[in-house]
Protein backbone atom coordinates (compact mmCIF):
# COMPACT_ATOMS: atom_id res chain seq x y z
CA UNK A 1 0.00 0.00 0.00
CA UNK A 2 0.97 3.39 -1.22
CA UNK A 3 1.43 6.39 1.08
CA UNK A 4 -0.73 9.44 0.26
CA UNK A 5 2.18 11.09 -0.48
CA UNK A 6 3.56 8.40 -2.77
CA UNK A 7 0.16 8.15 -4.71
CA UNK A 8 -0.01 11.65 -5.57
CA UNK A 9 3.36 12.33 -6.90
CA UNK A 10 2.89 8.78 -9.01
CA UNK A 11 -0.69 10.06 -10.45
CA UNK A 12 1.27 13.49 -11.31
CA UNK A 13 3.85 12.29 -13.04
CA UNK A 14 1.40 10.35 -14.86
CA UNK A 15 -0.77 12.78 -15.91
CA UNK A 16 2.30 14.85 -17.03
CA UNK A 17 3.38 12.34 -19.48
CA UNK A 18 -0.30 11.95 -20.61
CA UNK A 19 -0.44 15.56 -21.07
CA UNK A 20 2.82 16.56 -22.77
CA UNK A 21 4.87 13.26 -22.96
CA UNK A 22 7.75 14.69 -20.83
CA UNK A 23 8.15 13.76 -16.68
CA UNK A 24 8.15 16.59 -14.60
CA UNK A 25 11.31 18.20 -13.22
CA UNK A 26 12.20 17.81 -9.15
CA UNK A 27 11.10 21.43 -8.37
CA UNK A 28 7.39 21.25 -10.42
CA UNK A 29 6.90 17.80 -8.27
CA UNK A 30 8.43 19.69 -5.23
CA UNK A 31 5.53 22.29 -5.61
CA UNK A 32 2.86 19.76 -6.43
CA UNK A 33 3.23 18.11 -3.41
CA UNK A 34 4.13 21.17 -0.99
CA UNK A 35 6.94 19.93 0.05
CA UNK A 36 10.32 21.86 1.27
CA UNK A 37 12.67 20.00 -0.16
CA UNK A 38 14.07 18.45 -3.36
CA UNK A 39 15.09 15.63 -1.27
CA UNK A 40 11.87 14.68 -0.35
CA UNK A 41 10.84 13.95 -3.81
CA UNK A 42 13.93 12.11 -4.31
CA UNK A 43 12.76 10.02 -1.49
CA UNK A 44 9.46 9.44 -2.83
CA UNK A 45 10.92 8.56 -6.09
CA UNK A 46 13.40 6.02 -4.68
CA UNK A 47 10.15 3.98 -2.53
CA UNK A 48 8.41 4.21 -5.79
CA UNK A 49 11.36 2.61 -7.55
CA UNK A 50 11.78 -0.18 -5.24
CA UNK A 51 8.02 -1.44 -5.58
CA UNK A 52 8.23 -1.40 -8.94
CA UNK A 53 6.09 1.38 -10.10
CA UNK A 54 8.58 3.96 -11.21
CA UNK A 55 11.66 3.36 -13.23
CA UNK A 56 14.19 6.18 -13.53
CA UNK A 57 15.48 6.09 -17.62
CA UNK A 58 19.56 6.18 -17.59
CA UNK A 59 21.69 8.89 -18.77
CA UNK A 60 18.90 11.59 -19.57
CA UNK A 61 17.52 14.53 -17.69
CA UNK A 62 13.82 14.46 -16.22
CA UNK A 63 13.22 10.86 -17.43
CA UNK A 64 10.81 8.84 -15.46
CA UNK A 65 8.44 5.94 -16.56
CA UNK A 66 5.54 4.88 -14.73
CA UNK A 67 5.49 1.35 -15.00
CA UNK A 68 2.18 0.53 -13.19
CA UNK A 69 -0.88 2.50 -11.58
CA UNK A 70 -1.50 1.93 -7.85
CA UNK A 71 -4.16 -0.62 -7.35
CA UNK A 72 -4.41 -0.22 -3.67
CA UNK A 73 -5.83 2.46 -1.72
CA UNK A 74 -4.19 5.38 -0.14
CA UNK A 75 -3.28 5.32 3.72
CA UNK A 76 -5.93 6.85 5.33
CA UNK A 77 -8.42 7.18 2.78
CA UNK A 78 -11.80 4.57 3.02
CA UNK A 79 -12.40 2.71 -0.14
CA UNK A 80 -15.62 3.33 -2.20
CA UNK A 81 -18.23 1.47 -2.63
CA UNK A 82 -18.09 -1.56 -5.44
CA UNK A 83 -19.98 -0.58 -8.97
CA UNK A 84 -21.58 -2.81 -11.26
CA UNK A 85 -19.73 -4.50 -14.06
CA UNK A 86 -21.42 -2.40 -16.48
CA UNK A 87 -21.08 0.47 -14.70
CA UNK A 88 -19.93 3.28 -17.09
CA UNK A 89 -16.98 4.76 -14.39
CA UNK A 90 -16.07 1.03 -14.18
CA UNK A 91 -15.79 0.07 -17.51
CA UNK A 92 -13.40 3.57 -18.16
CA UNK A 93 -10.98 2.25 -15.67
CA UNK A 94 -10.92 -1.12 -16.74
CA UNK A 95 -9.31 0.40 -20.09
CA UNK A 96 -6.84 3.21 -19.05
CA UNK A 97 -5.36 5.25 -21.38
CA UNK A 98 -1.70 4.10 -22.30
CA UNK A 99 0.86 6.61 -21.30
CA UNK A 100 3.37 7.58 -23.88
CA UNK A 101 6.82 6.55 -24.15
CA UNK A 102 8.27 9.60 -22.54
CA UNK A 103 9.70 12.54 -25.14
CA UNK A 104 13.19 12.50 -23.26
CA UNK A 105 15.85 13.54 -25.65
CA UNK A 106 18.61 15.27 -24.03
CA UNK A 107 21.63 13.28 -22.24
CA UNK A 108 23.66 14.45 -19.61
CA UNK A 109 27.46 13.74 -20.19
CA UNK A 110 30.69 14.53 -18.11
CA UNK A 111 31.88 18.72 -18.36
CA UNK A 112 35.13 18.17 -18.39
CA UNK A 113 36.78 21.57 -18.12
CA UNK A 114 38.15 23.87 -20.68
CA UNK A 115 40.76 22.64 -23.54
CA UNK A 116 42.75 24.51 -26.00
CA UNK A 117 42.28 25.40 -29.38
CA UNK A 118 45.78 26.93 -29.44
CA UNK A 119 48.09 26.17 -27.22
CA UNK A 120 48.19 23.24 -25.20
CA UNK A 121 46.69 24.54 -21.70
CA UNK A 122 46.03 21.67 -18.53
CA UNK A 123 43.40 19.15 -18.90
CA UNK A 124 40.54 20.05 -16.35
CA UNK A 125 38.51 17.02 -14.86
CA UNK A 126 35.70 18.40 -13.46
CA UNK A 127 32.40 17.23 -11.72
CA UNK A 128 29.76 19.17 -13.51
CA UNK A 129 27.73 17.72 -16.82
CA UNK A 130 25.72 19.17 -20.01
CA UNK A 131 22.47 17.82 -20.75
CA UNK A 132 23.04 17.41 -24.60
CA UNK A 133 20.51 16.45 -27.21
CA UNK A 134 20.80 12.91 -28.10
CA UNK A 135 20.47 13.21 -31.50
CA UNK A 136 23.98 15.01 -31.64
CA UNK A 137 25.38 12.04 -30.21
CA UNK A 138 26.44 8.30 -31.69
CA UNK A 139 27.39 5.30 -30.42
CA UNK A 140 29.88 5.21 -27.74
CA UNK A 141 30.66 6.67 -24.19
CA UNK A 142 30.74 10.50 -24.66
CA UNK A 143 32.11 13.75 -22.73
CA UNK A 144 32.40 17.65 -23.32
CA UNK A 145 35.01 20.02 -23.08
CA UNK A 146 34.59 23.77 -23.59
CA UNK A 147 36.87 25.12 -26.03
CA UNK A 148 39.55 28.07 -25.39
CA UNK A 149 40.79 29.68 -28.00
CA UNK A 150 40.42 29.96 -31.96
CA UNK A 151 42.87 27.94 -33.61
CA UNK A 152 40.03 26.01 -35.24
CA UNK A 153 38.12 28.41 -36.58
CA UNK A 154 38.27 27.62 -40.05
CA UNK A 155 37.08 23.98 -38.94
CA UNK A 156 34.13 25.98 -37.44
CA UNK A 157 34.72 25.57 -33.64
CA UNK A 158 34.77 28.47 -32.08
CA UNK A 159 36.35 29.93 -28.56
CA UNK A 160 33.19 28.58 -26.35
CA UNK A 161 31.78 26.23 -28.03
CA UNK A 162 31.20 22.98 -26.25
CA UNK A 163 33.35 19.90 -27.85
CA UNK A 164 31.08 16.54 -27.94
CA UNK A 165 33.99 14.48 -27.71
CA UNK A 166 33.51 10.49 -28.47
CA UNK A 167 35.63 8.65 -25.79
CA UNK A 168 38.14 6.68 -27.91
CA UNK A 169 42.02 6.21 -27.93
CA UNK A 170 42.77 5.53 -31.33
CA UNK A 171 41.82 7.90 -35.08
CA UNK A 172 42.80 8.29 -38.50
CA UNK A 173 44.59 10.84 -40.52
CA UNK A 174 42.17 13.94 -40.65
CA UNK A 175 40.08 13.14 -38.13
CA UNK A 176 39.68 16.16 -35.06
CA UNK A 177 40.61 14.69 -31.77
CA UNK A 178 41.36 15.37 -28.04
CA UNK A 179 45.19 14.66 -27.77
CA UNK A 180 46.57 14.89 -24.88
CA UNK A 181 49.99 15.98 -24.83
CA UNK A 182 52.55 14.37 -21.97
CA UNK A 183 49.75 13.31 -20.00
CA UNK A 184 49.16 16.91 -19.03
CA UNK A 185 47.90 19.25 -21.55
CA UNK A 186 45.23 18.71 -23.82
CA UNK A 187 44.41 20.30 -27.46
CA UNK A 188 41.60 20.23 -30.12
CA UNK A 189 43.39 19.67 -33.32
CA UNK A 190 43.30 17.17 -36.86
CA UNK A 191 45.20 14.43 -36.36
CA UNK A 192 48.38 13.82 -38.63
CA UNK A 193 50.93 11.13 -38.52
CA UNK A 194 54.28 12.20 -40.61
CA UNK A 195 57.75 10.52 -40.88
CA UNK A 196 57.29 8.75 -37.60
CA UNK A 197 56.00 11.70 -35.70
CA UNK A 198 52.77 12.77 -34.55
CA UNK A 199 51.18 16.20 -36.29
CA UNK A 200 48.83 18.15 -34.76
CA UNK A 201 47.31 20.76 -37.29
CA UNK A 202 45.52 23.81 -36.56
CA UNK A 203 42.29 25.29 -38.90
CA UNK A 204 43.85 28.37 -38.82
CA UNK A 205 46.81 30.08 -40.85
CA UNK A 206 47.58 32.14 -37.64
CA UNK A 207 49.56 29.04 -36.11
CA UNK A 208 52.00 26.62 -36.59
CA UNK A 209 51.32 22.80 -36.15
CA UNK A 210 52.47 20.98 -33.77
CA UNK A 211 54.87 18.27 -33.95
CA UNK A 212 55.52 15.39 -31.47
CA UNK A 213 57.36 12.18 -30.88
CA UNK A 214 54.67 9.15 -30.87
CA UNK A 215 55.19 7.94 -27.32
CA UNK A 216 54.09 11.79 -26.19
CA UNK A 217 51.00 12.22 -27.88
CA UNK A 218 47.43 10.11 -26.14
CA UNK A 219 44.69 10.23 -28.06
CA UNK A 220 41.14 10.78 -25.76
CA UNK A 221 38.67 11.26 -28.20
CA UNK A 222 37.28 11.97 -31.37
CA UNK A 223 35.38 15.32 -32.32
CA UNK A 224 31.46 14.20 -32.57
CA UNK A 225 29.54 17.45 -32.53
CA UNK A 226 29.37 20.89 -31.02
CA UNK A 227 26.74 22.63 -29.15
CA UNK A 228 27.17 26.71 -29.20
CA UNK A 229 25.17 28.92 -27.14
CA UNK A 230 24.15 32.61 -28.32
CA UNK A 231 23.85 35.59 -25.88
Request: aromatic share 4%; no cysteine.
Amino acid sequence: MLTAKQHELIRFIQQRLEDTGISPSFEEMKEALDLKSKSGVHRLISALEERGFLRRLPNRARALEVLKQPEDVVSGVKAAAPRPANDPVTLSRAAPRAAPSPANDVVEIPLHGRIAAGAPIEALEGQSSLPVPAALLGPGEHYALEVSGDSMIEAGIFDGDFALVRRTDSARDGEIVVALVDNEEATLKYLRRDAGMVRLDPANASYDPQVYEPHRVKVQGKLAGLLRRYH
